[in-house]
């Protein structure tokens, strides 16, 4: 008899397939915007305003670009457009992966979900956020050259 897998588990695999949807989504129906930012426009999301006004990007700005460079295999692109967008990409492949794997293997991801020391993932996305946005402000006001 198959033990009963918690609902945290099927939590986990739903977000592992939208997660996929949207990485599949963003490869076939989303181009990257030339600019380095803008993709999210293709949505029908409003301009970044920061962008607009002040020409200073948001923390967010090219994470979009970057993940539709990452998803078709343009890796250094990636990075060089948004190196947070990069990691993000390739951390949501890998969540992807792992809750895959344990789902097949017959484990419960709510489990190890339970384990997970949320306060360091959590300070150690806000740091590469806030590098990456560090690298994006440097890119756009001119003080770094990637060519």
Known sequence: MKNKRTTEHWFLLLAAGIGL???IGIAFFLA??????????????A???PMEVWNVPCPGCGVTTSV???VRGAFLQSILVQPFGFLLCTASIAFIAWVSYGHFRGKDMGHWLASVRWKRWVLAGAIAM??????KLAFVRGWL???
Do not use: K, V
């Open 145 to 147: 050259e990637t060519q």
């Open 68 to 70: 539709a460079h990452a």
């Open 130 to 135: 806030s590098l990456g946005w560090g690298y």
């Open 32 to 45: 990257p915007d030339p600019r380095g930012y803008g993709t999210h426009e293709a949505l029908g999301f």
């Open 21 to 23: 949807s949207g990485l």
């Open 47 to 49: 301009t970044c305003m």
